[in-house]
């Protein structure tokens, strides 16, 4: 059965991503949390390794991406992506741990937790919603547009064409987002 979204720019209000972690259990935690400190798609943090993650600098890096693989790249350079010190230390210590599953499970579940919350148009989020919120949060929390678009992997006018105006959050939500991201919009 398919589902036609009625909106593709969704994404989360940081109240309502926090309302949907309270809920979720711990595996389901870990990859949502890995998705919306990364930014990454699903597919790209499904590879990632312990041998990825570099202490030192608080980076991932991704080796398989969306560009390289239509390329067909044989040898390809990784992404290199920073993230917030709690949350490197978080996926450190669980990358063993947990293993995530097939887009089609994470994103059942991600609808599920939105039914379980009463979220409006619920079938419209998916594990690309939280990189859609991601790139969405960053922009209001003003972050430079070519800096987060080379973090997420796309041009200028992909970024300008597929996210959410920033300039819909209250100071409120702004805090939230803080709180979820952790020092990432200073590094």
Request: glycine fraction near 2%; charged fraction near 35%.
């Amino acid at each position: 059965k398919y589902y036609l979204k009625k909106d593709k720019k969704t994404f989360f209000y940081p109240k309502d991503f926090q309302k949907i972690l309270e809920i979720a259990k711990e595996k389901q935690k870990y990859y949502l949390l890995l998705l919306i400190n990364t930014g990454a798609r699903i597919n790209e943090i499904r590879n990632v390794k312990k041998e990825d993650l570099d202490k030192d600098r608080k980076t991932i890096k991704l080796w398989i991406t969306k560009v390289r693989a239509k390329l067909k790249e044989k040898r390809p350079s990784p992404r290199e992506i920073p993230v917030s010190t709690l949350f490197f230390n978080y996926i450190y210590k669980n990358i063993t741990k947990y293993k995530i599953p097939s887009t089609s499970a994470v994103n059942q579940a991600i609808k599920k937790l939105c039914i379980k919350i009463n979220l409006e148009n619920s079938q419209d989020f998916s594990a690309h919603n939280l990189r859609k919120t991601f790139g969405t949060w960053m922009l209001a929390l003003g972050i430079d547009g070519f800096k987060l678009a080379q973090h997420l992997g796309h041009d200028a006018e992909t970024l300008r064409r597929c996210y959410a105006s920033p300039d819909i959050f209250n100071s409120e939500d702004k805090d939230r987002m803080r709180e979820i991201l952790d020092d990432l919009p200073t590094r």
